[in-house]
């Protein structure tokens, strides 16, 4: 059966398998794929991936957005999520919220052997900057909306 927008088969998209980290902190996430669900529905709001984590794999490093706000919905597998408060694991049929200024950052660890599928939801605000919480690395988005990584005094990564 062929879907026609507004529907759509996520396994029809192209999975990115890039990340914009510098290293070190790029092997830290990949491999992972990300399927652009809601640019490829036309959404310009928010934006939507659906996301494999692989084993051992970690979804960012851990995070805050000044203006973004953020939901994951674990969908297969489970995940750890890191926030301030210590740790949790996610199983699929549960999610997590991260408003946006509140410096908590968070991220999601696959600790298991088998893949971890989830949604990943967020707005999409032209100011955004990113605080990271246990690295030394900040981020902000460029006039193209593009995020560029700097260390936290604004230095440049060497390539």
């Given at each position: ?131 990271f919480s246990d690295v030394d690395l900040a981020c902000h988005k460029n ?9 936290r005094d604004g230095s440049e990564f060497a390539p």
């Open positions: 059966m062929t879907l026609v927008r507004p529907a759509l088969d996520p396994s029809t998209l192209p999975a990115r398998t890039t990340s914009g980290y510098p290293e070190p902190y790029r092997s830290r996430v990949l491999p992972r794929e990300k399927r652009a669900l809601g640019e490829a529905l036309g959404l310009t709001a928010f934006g939507v991936n659906l996301t494999t984590l692989f084993p051992g794999k970690e979804s960012s490093m851990r995070h805050a957005h000044s203006h973004e706000e953020e939901f994951v919905f674990v969908l297969e597998g489970e995940v750890v999520l890191r926030t301030d408060e210590g740790e949790q694991v996610l199983v699929a049929g549960t999610c997590a919220g991260f408003p946006a200024g509140t410096g908590n950052g968070h991220q999601l660890v696959n600790h298991s052997e088998r893949p971890a599928r989830y949604l990943e939801v967020g707005s999409r605000h032209p100011a955004d900057t990113a605080s006039e193209r909306g593009a995020w560029v990584f700097t260390r």
